[in-house]
């Protein structure tokens, strides 16, 4: 339904269109207001809405409201806000808010099943695992140093070029380096995910498709189309970027059983007691 408003905007009369945008600016609050306040909140008459709906291919004001709905639930409206400089608090949280679940719902809706799960089998027989990034990456990587800690595995991230290079040539067999890039072009990050390679480490990228971090990788776990069009909005890669981490990291923990649970909830009391005393 969005989709459609936006494609039929140019065939619209100039009184539709202030409905369009009405609706196209905040269509959760558009979706509860009856025929009479979306008329009025667009400066227009009732009939107008009516003609709005029709030019919508919907039988009526009820019908588009429900396939609105219908589009709604499908999460397709979060990528339809834009921040502007006189922004409400109100409007400010959800926007904000809703650019964030924009970036989770194509996570969900692109990650290919199969790469992850290479991921997660490759990680869970690794003897020691390196996260590499840069920038806001490197931010990522040190929450995935703290996620994958637990789980008994000798873990270290690194964000300085010159250390993650000297580390990378010391790897050997069953190690593994997850290399987290939006662009998949920093040179630094390369550098070391060859020198991994050569040493025999196995490189997971967590990197836009087709990039050159993505061709040298033993597997990619695609990132696309998270650019921020706003210049106020919130780096959608790095929330994308560190529910990939989440994913990797249960799926590993899963993956060493109830024995593991078990373990790891006397260890987390363990330290808790230690701390405590």
Request: include cysteine; proline fraction near 4%.
């Amino acid at each position: 339904m969005l989709s459609e408003i936006e494609n039929a905007l140019a065939s619209m009369t100039r009184a539709e269109q202030k409905v369009a945008r009405v609706v196209l600016d905040n269509p959760y609050r558009a979706l509860r207001k009856s025929i009479g306040l979306l008329a009025g909140e667009s400066g227009v008459s009732e009939p107008t809405v009516m003609r709005f709906c029709r030019a919508l291919n919907c039988a009526g004001f009820q019908d588009f409201k429900l396939q609105l709905a219908q589009d709604l639930a499908t999460g397709a409206h979060f990528s339809k806000t834009r921040l502007s400089l006189e922004e409400s608090a109100p409007d400010l949280i959800a926007k904000v808010i809703d650019s964030d679940i924009a970036s989770l719902i194509k996570v969900r809706d692109s990650l290919p099943a199969e790469q992850v799960q290479a991921a997660v089998d490759l990680l869970a027989r690794a003897h020691r695992i390196e996260f590499y990034g840069l920038g806001g990456s490197g931010i990522v990587a040190q929450d995935a140093q703290h996620k994958f800690f637990r789980l008994g595995v000798p873990v270290v991230a690194y964000s300085d070029p010159t250390v993650h290079s000297v580390s990378a040539s010391l790897l050997s067999e069953g190690c593994v380096i997850v290399a987290i890039s939006q662009s998949g072009d920093t040179q630094s990050i390369i550098a070391s995910a060859e020198l991994g390679l050569a040493a025999g480490a196995d490189v997971i990228a967590i990197t836009a498709a087709d990039s050159p971090l993505a061709r040298l990788a033993t597997l990619c776990l695609p990132m696309n189309s998270l650019q921020d069009e706003d210049f106020y909005a919130p780096i959608k890669s790095r929330m994308a970027h560190l529910a990939i981490v989440d994913v990797l990291a249960v799926g590993v923990a899963l993956s060493r059983g109830p024995d593991f649970e078990m373990a790891g909830s006397r260890r987390k009391k363990a330290a808790l007691r230690s701390v405590a005393n």
